[in-house]
Every structure is written in structure tokens, then in C-alpha cells.
């Protein structure tokens, strides 16, 4: 085990509980726990339970809840109709307010007048509701962990609608939101971003405190492909559909090509999985064809057991786990310019980029005709999460900020 020379005593705090670890923001905040944990550091946890759900932890949630202090609050984020027509008069989004809880507060309170923290890490913007109070009631230097910036998801959705109403609403929140960014930001201490592009926006945003980029990490030991148990050619997607920027990437996706898929020259057939798929997906389901199979025991088996990700992406920001747990799985990867943001990558060799209907035609039509191509494009995308994206590298630079924060 790794020792850095100062053992630190650190809270995060999530907006949503991180467990299981099935999607992206639940993967980076226990990668990271693990890792500082690892580095011999003291991680306490309280998470917000926004969907009040207890779900049996398996070997791997048990093993990290055993090393850390946590804590859930149930919490109620549901609005009506009612509630979302008086935001409609309000100079603040209803998505972010609806996160703000007293009786969370409360108990926040409480753990920092119990602990004297040195680092507490905000994981997100939903949870920076609570800065005001952590600021009074403890001397940790507080750390903003941009998972994306949320504004620019919603100008990003705004752009894609062609309804006007749809978009002059998803607009209005957009710059509510970045209202509340902007008067948010500079309030921490640091900020830790993945991508150099999130980086750059902060600073169009006037941020003046220090501003880290740290790729995400991912444990290597995990990722172990297996290719005689890979079904070539298929294509799949995986990831939630609680995130408007995946369902309405994949909606996309769905439109354009099932008539390809079904009916035309691209003959493979397309595997959809993730969590919180809307029902009206099964009107996609074409039997023996197109496959829509919600949420998967094994997330990691699943990807083994396909041969092409695709993830096309339109909207959102940072960098997303799914390409960097699919490239650790040697996977040949089909994405958007905006999917593979923060990546090194090298198109043609890594990933393959396509940002229009005919740059992802024609990279399909490509990669299911060639196995071998698809099997060199996965090694070299390994090689690079290997170079990049090891957790163990990634968490002892965070340490380090941290340190200097100190």
C-alpha cells in the first residue's frame, strides 16, 4: 500500500448515492474513494438519496464500505406541475433547488462540528447548495469536482430541439443555470476538472481560483476482455438513460439507423442497455435484430460480450467512463467529437470518430467488415487507458493538489 506523507481527512459528498456502481458518476466517486483510501487516507462519505432507494451491496461496495464512514439521506426531488409552472416566474432552475434539503443540512452541520476535515470535495454542482453552511461550520478547503458543466449541457440540449417552446424552455434553464455557476464558482477553494476543454470554459467564466485537470482513473485489474466470448460483429450501446444527453444521443442514433440495421446494408445487430430506459424504447425492439435490454447484472460481461460501442453523443461535457471502461476492454469505439472530449485519442487508431449519419455509416460499415481492424483499435485504445487513466496515477496527483491546497 502507498503512503503519501500526510494522511488527510477527507468528506465528499454526492447528490446521489454512488452504489451500485452501475454508471459514471457512481464509478468516478468510488474509484477515487478507493484510491485515497488506498494511499492510506481517512474518506468519510455522505451522500444524498435522491431516488431513496437500498440496494443490497455486493463484495466490491462492501469491501469499500468497510474502509470509510458513510451516510444516506433520503431526500424528495420530485416537483408537479404546479411546482415546475411558479419556476416558470423564478429566477432559479427547479433542477438544481429541488436538491436543497433542510434536514440534510442539518445533518452536515452535525458531522462537521463532530470531525475536522481537511479537504471536503463537492462532487458536482447539485450538492453546492450546502457551501454556505459547510463554510461556517468547518476550515477544510472545499474542492468543486466538475463532473460537467451543467449549463452547457442544457445550451447543448436547447440547440438540438427544433420545437420552439422546447427550446425556448430548455434555454431559460440554461442561463439559470449558468446564474448560479457563475455565482458558485469561485466561492470554493479549487475546482478539479477531467478535460482541458472544461478547464477552458471555467476561465471564459471568469473562475480565478486554481482549476486542475485530472483525467479520470479507472483500476486496470478490473478490465480483463475475453474475445471467445465476444459475438463479432455486433454493435451496442450502454449507458443510463436518466441522462438527457445519452437518451437523446441514442434516440437519435435509433431514428436514423434502424432501417440500416433492419432492412439495409449494415447487417449487425444492435444491443441497447443502461439504466432507466423509457418504455417507448421497446418500440425499437426488432426481433433478432435490435435488442433493448434495459439494465444488465454485469455491466463489464456485457461489454466483453459485444464488439463495437458506439455513443452518439450530442450534447454534455466532461469526459465519459464509458468510453474509458470500453477502450479498457479493448473495445473498438464509434463516437462523437463530443463523446471522446478529454480523451487523447487518435482517430482511425484508437477510436473512430463520426459526428454525422454518414460519418457513423460509414465507419459501421467499415468496422463490421473488418475483425481484425476492430481487434488492433481496441489494443490501441488499452494501451492508452494504460498510459492515461490509471487510478492509482490519477489519485496521487489529486493528492498532490490537495496538499498544495493545504
Not at 433542477?95 to 440534510?104: A, K, M, Q, S
Not at 478539479?192 to 483500476?219: C, M, R, W
Not at 424504447?281 to 459485444?306: C, H, P, R, T, W
Not at 467529437?337 to 449519419?357: K, P, T
Amino acid at each position: 500500500m502507498l503512503k503519501t506523507l500526510q494522511a488527510l481527512k477527507i468528506l465528499f459528498l454526492t447528490h446521489r448515492v454512488p452504489f451500485p456502481q452501475n454508471g459514471g458518476y457512481p464509478i468516478v466517486v468510488c474509484n477515487t474513494i478507493r484510491g485515497l483510501v488506498s494511499l492510506g487516507h481517512e474518506v468519510s462519505l455522505v451522500a444524498l438519496n435522491a431516488k431513496k432507494t437500498h440496494h443490497q451491496h455486493n463484495d466490491d461496495d462492501k469491501d469499500l464500505l468497510s474502509k470509510i464512514k458513510y451516510r444516506a439521506f433520503d431526500i424528495n426531488i420530485n416537483v408537479s406541475v404546479f411546482d415546475v409552472a411558479v419556476n416558470l416566474f423564478s429566477k432559479t432552475s427547479f433542477n438544481i433547488d429541488r436538491y436543497y434539503d433542510v434536514g440534510f443540512e442539518r445533518l452536515l452541520i452535525a458531522e462537521l462540528k463532530k470531525t475536522n476535515y481537511d479537504i471536503i470535495q463537492f462532487e458536482g454542482l447539485l450538492v453546492s447548495l450546502y457551501m454556505t453552511a459547510v463554510r461556517k461550520n468547518s476550515k477544510a478547503k472545499l474542492i468543486y469536482r466538475l463532473h460537467n458543466v451543467e449549463s452547457q449541457i442544457w445550451h447543448r440540449l436547447a440547440q438540438q430541439k427544433s420545437d420552439p417552446f422546447k427550446k425556448s424552455y430548455l434555454k431559460m434553464h440554461a442561463k439559470r443555470i449558468k446564474n448560479y455557476e457563475l455565482q458558485q464558482l469561485n466561492n470554493f477553494d479549487a475546482i478539479a476538472v477531467f478535460t482541458a476543454q472544461d478547464k477552458s470554459t471555467l476561465l471564459e467564466y471568469g473562475t480565478k481560483i486554481p482549476i486542475q485537470v485530472l483525467h479520470l482513473g479507472i483500476n486496470l485489474d478490473h478490465y480483463k476482455p475475453d474475445f471467445s466470448k465476444t459475438e463479432f460483429p455486433s454493435l451496442f450501446f450502454l449507458g443510463s438513460l436518466d441522462w438527457l444527453p445519452n437518451r437523446e444521443g441514442i434516440e437519435w442514433f435509433l431514428e436514423n439507423f434502424k432501417q440500416e440495421l433492419t432492412e439495409g446494408d449494415l447487417r449487425v445487430k444492435f444491443y441497447v442497455a443502461g439504466n432507466d430506459i423509457p418504455e417507448r424504447f421497446d418500440d425499437y425492439e426488432v426481433m433478432g435484430k435490435i435488442f433493448i435490454q434495459g439494465e444488465v447484472d454485469d455491466a463489464l460481461e456485457f461489454v466483453n460480450s459485444k464488439s463495437i460501442m458506439i455513443v452518439p453523443l450530442l450534447s454534455g461535457g466532461g469526459m465519459r467512463v464509458k468510453i474509458v471502461e470500453g477502450m479498457a476492454m479493448q473495445k473498438c469505439i464509434i463516437s462523437t467529437s463530443l463523446g471522446a472530449e478529454g480523451i487523447n485519442f487518435r482517430n482511425g487508431e484508437d477510436i473512430l470518430i463520426a459526428n454525422d449519419q454518414d460519418e457513423f455509416y460509414e465507419a459501421i460499415k467499415r468496422c463490421i467488415a473488418d475483425e481484425e481492424y476492430c481487434k488492433s483499435v481496441g489494443l490501441k485504445a488499452r494501451k492508452l487507458i494504460e498510459a492515461e487513466h490509471d487510478v492509482n496515477k490519477v489519485t496521487q496527483k489529486l493528492v498532490e493538489f490537495y496538499q498544495k491546497m493545504i
